[in-house]
């Protein structure tokens, strides 16, 4: 089966850097999204990755290693607003999006 | 305005009743998707429809009804539901269907709660 893992919930403190994992197996890769959602609010756009390497996007970078099977989100200088979830989705073979549960991210002054 | 409009943002209804769920998008995309995001589950993608046409059906039961009677709006209708059927029912729309960067564009999303 397809499967993608993340960690449920991670806590950092204000200005420091926090890395959110995410590891997939799927039948084929054709690029991974992370997005990113408020409580009760609509999930938006974070990165997109399909080539190996890092896409840097001011506070926010985003990993991609394909033979691993593996990314992660890396934020920096943390924010108060970050405190959010964060979603992993892979699309596969068939260009259908394989979705993590998310990880909370809870930003403690 | 924002990008994608969902009404109601939370609704309350009897397993007998028969209530429909909007979703508008203001981008002119020709995709639009419904998603439903259970508590601490991923996001479960249930129809999408791309030039009004349903191109993906995930074997959602018959309770469940879309209606996309053009590019910009969708419909999802809902009667005889279950409670395990309360959960956030998110729309979203994306420019296309293709295998390019397609970005989705979610609206905030209806709250539903079955008793």
């Known amino acids: 089966g397809q499967n993608i893992d993340q960690p449920t919930e991670m806590t950092a403190t204000e200005g420091a850097i926090v890395q959110i994992n995410c590891t997939y197996q799927?039948?084929?890769?054709?690029?991974l999204f992370w997005y990113q959602q408020h409580a009760g609010e609509a999930p938006t756009f974070l990165s997109y990755?399909?080539l190996d390497g890092l896409e840097e996007k001011g506070r926010f970078s985003s990993f991609l290693s394909r033979s691993k099977g593996y990314s992660y989100l890396l934020l920096k200088e943390l924010q108060m607003k970050d405190s959010a979830s964060y979603l992993c989705?892979?699309?596969?073979?068939?260009?259908?999006?394989?979705w993590g549960a998310g990880t909370k991210l809870i930003i403690k002054p | 305005e924002t990008g994608v409009t969902q009404t109601p943002r939370h609704l309350v209804m009897g397993m007998t009743n028969k209530k429909s769920l909007k979703c508008e998008q203001h981008?002119?995309?020709?995709?639009m998707y419904w998603y439903k995001q259970s508590a601490k589950k991923p996001l479960e993608l249930m129809f999408v429809?791309?030039?009004?046409?349903?191109?993906e059906n995930n074997s959602v039961p018959s309770r469940f009804s879309p209606e996309c009677p053009n590019s910009s709006h969708l419909f999802l209708h809902l009667h005889t539901l279950q409670p395990e059927d309360s959960a956030l029912y998110l729309c979203?729309?994306?420019?296309?269907?293709?295998?390019?960067?397609?970005?989705?564009?979610f609206g905030s999303g209806t709250q539903l709660s079955v008793l």
């Open positions: 981008l002119g995309h020709n995709a």
């Open positions: 990755n399909v």
């Open positions: 979203a729309s994306s420019q296309d269907t293709g295998t390019g960067v397609e970005k989705l564009f």
């Open positions: 799927t039948s084929g890769f054709n690029g």
């Open positions: 989705a892979v699309r596969d073979s068939n260009y259908q999006l394989i």
């Open positions: 429809y791309n030039f009004k046409e349903q191109t």
